[in-house]
Nanobody, 123 residues
Framework: QVQLVESGGGLVQAGGSLRLSCVAS????????MAWFRQAQGKEREFVAT????????YYADSVKGRFTISRDNAKNTMYLQMNSLKSEDTAVYYC????????????????WGQGTQVTVSS
């Protein structure tokens, strides 16, 4: 099985930046697609960004496009989410996820999930 551990969350003022990391361990594969999802209080979990196994293909939710950047370093089994120009609406628990081969924006497609890291943006 694969274990995913997120880090880098915290409290930041509106307009600030954070970088989240997700480290994979266990039975990992470098050809896995990976993604970030988030869940705000009282709302359903939503897609944020995803990246193909090679890093050559990336998709973003419209709400974060132009502000967030997803990347990965397969040698370190690590995925990143650079978050700039943060808004109060970005406050949520952020989860990383992984699946075999095929990139997807649909959370039910992902077999492996981390426990999440809290991001709080103050206004």
């Amino acid at each position: 099985q694969v274990q995913l551990v997120e880090s880098g969350g915290g409290l930041v003022q509106a307009g600030g930046s954070l970088r989240l990391s997700c480290v994979a361990s266990g039975r990992t594969f470098t050809n896995d697609a990976m993604a970030w999802f988030r869940q705000a209080q009282g709302k359903e979990r939503e897609f944020v960004a995803t990246i193909s196994w090679s890093g050559s293909t990336k998709y973003y939710a419209d709400s974060v496009k132009g502000r967030f950047t997803i990347s990965r370093d397969n040698a370190k089994n690590t995925m990143y989410l650079q978050m700039n120009s943060l808004k109060s609406e970005d406050t949520a628990v952020y989860y990383c996820a992984a699946r075999r081969r095929i990139i997807s924006t649909v959370q039910s497609d992902y077999a492996y999930w981390g426990q999440g890291t809290q991001v709080t943006v103050s206004s």
